[in-house]
């Protein structure tokens, strides 16, 4: 069990992965750090988390592949153009 401090408090739930720093193993070498430590009222978190990691959601959107269906339109004569394509020189390109 761990004491984790994070913004991420509305997207996470119980479950989810996320990336974060682990305050809990690392060595630092400043006074400064050391008195921060000590009046912090509940010690340092030993994990900060910064960000959701999505990665099982991607990969079962990934493994449901979708089934394509081609659909094809009816063609229509145009009449103004004598049928398919109409005499190229009376052709109005824009």
């Not at 910064?50 to 094809?72: A, F, L």
């Amino acid at each position: 069990m761990f004491y984790v401090q994070t913004h991420l408090g509305h997207i996470l739930k119980p479950g989810d992965q996320a990336l974060g720093y682990d305050v809990y193993g690392e060595n630092v070498n400043d006074n400064e750090m050391e008195k921060y430590r000590l009046s912090v009222k509940n010690g340092l978190p030993e994990a900060i988390l910064i960000k959701k990691c999505y990665d099982e959601q991607r990969e079962r959107k990934q493994r449901k592949t979708r089934t394509w269906k081609i659909k094809s339109l009816p063609m229509e004569m145009d009449e103004s153009r004598g049928g398919r394509g109409g005499d190229p020189d009376k052709m109005i390109i824009n």
